[in-house]
């Protein structure tokens, strides 16, 4: 492994091009000299938007929901394989660093939601927070729209289903006890690796591995419903891990397991090729070699029931340790359903109260 070359704190060590901009910054001379991108080491910038709505309707049969919505866009966690990074081209930036130095603060978000609530034309359906980038992540520290957006789900009685990879979200425990009470909540806490070296490098800014575990057995011993997300599962990486943290995370509480196979879909490629020839050198052809064996030759496979759970005999024998994981450690346990049943139409969503 060599680190010696690595950006300390972020996951890309590159800026893609972005394909909607006209022109793009190189950084060759003609006399031969390369110009270091001092853009790379840039501090994190917090840039507010304003946008006209807040909840998006997911259209994918492979995400099992309804509704997402994304109080940030951009995240400093500086997840390597993230499929967010992508989107932040819509917004005229890079894929690679600008995701996790540009994060773009939607400051409405809750009063853009209480405004969805109140549409007389609005059905109850669980809302994913997030979908794309982490609600939790460290801007959230500093503007709390996470917890806002929850103060807003229990006003109204709306059920919101929670992903995070930080500890952060123990924080709002005390919204999402009172949510847990009506059927309303449940968390899920993604857990790439229980090898605390390999989670600082796929994901630099993230909660540490024990700060995870922990934050599942916290929640668990409140009753609160926890799924651990096993994603992405990355062959020669951390495939090996299936059974071992299907043990852990069941033995702090977990009630179930889902996983997705890494892809490496548009300019994530790039971003992902050029972390791994320097963070993993000597393994980094067989890694490659096992994710384009996933999707049918490519890095990415776009296709709906194959681009989450992959292809062929390398992701086969990933599904059947997934399976055996769950007989093993999950045989007995499932997340309850919520209840859309109890949501409050009435525009001030308080007369339910009397």
């Not at 033995?251 to 994530?268: D, Q, W």
Request: hydrophobic residues 35%.
């Amino acid at each position: 492994m060599n680190n010696e070359t690595l950006i300390k704190g972020r996951g890309a060590q590159i800026n893609t091009h972005n394909r909607f901009n006209r022109n793009e910054r190189v950084y060759e001379h003609i006399e031969g000299l390369d110009e270091e991108d001092f853009s790379l080491h840039s501090k994190t910038e917090y840039l507010e938007v304003f946008p006209k709505t807040i909840v998006n309707k997911v259209d994918s049969p492979d995400l099992g929901m309804a509704y997402s919505m994304n109080p940030y866009q951009g995240c400093e966690h500086g997840c390597i394989y993230c499929y967010a990074r992508n989107s932040h081209n819509y917004w005229g930036y890079s894929s690679g660093a600008e995701f996790e130095q540009k994060i773009l603060v939607k400051k409405n978000a809750a009063q853009l939601l209480e405004e969805t609530f109140q549409k007389s034309t609005w059905e109850p359906s669980p809302i994913m927070l997030s979908g794309n980038t982490d609600c939790y992540q460290p801007a959230e520290r500093k503007f709390g729209i996470t917890r806002q957006i929850l103060e807003i789900c229990l006003k109204y009685r709306h059920p919101v289903s929670i992903i995070t990879k930080n500890s952060l979200v123990e924080r709002d425990l005390d919204l999402i006890i009172e949510l847990n009470k009506l059927k309303l909540v449940n968390v899920s806490i993604t857990l790439t690796s229980l090898d605390e070296q390999l989670r600082q490098l796929l994901e630099p800014r993230t909660a540490s591995t024990v700060r995870k575990l922990k934050t599942i057995e916290t929640l668990a011993n409140h009753q609160i419903p926890v799924n651990v997300m096993m994603a992405p599962i990355i062959p020669g990486l951390n495939s090996h891990e299936i059974l071992p943290l299907a043990e852990k995370v069941s033995g702090r509480g977990a009630s179930s397991l889902h996983y997705t196979i890494i892809r490496l879909n548009g300019s994530i490629g790039n971003v992902f090729l050029n972390w791994i020839s320097k963070t993993f050198p000597e393994r980094a052809p067989k890694v490659i070699h096992q994710i384009q064996e996933c999707h049918d030759g490519q890095l990415n496979d776009s296709r709906y029931g194959k681009r989450m759970k992959g292809d062929g005999k390398t992701a086969e024998m990933i599904a059947q340790m997934i399976g055996l994981a769950r007989q093993k450690f999950f045989k007995d346990k499932k997340l309850p359903t919520l209840d859309c049943s109890i949501f409050m139409r009435n525009k001030k969503g308080q007369l339910g109260l009397f």
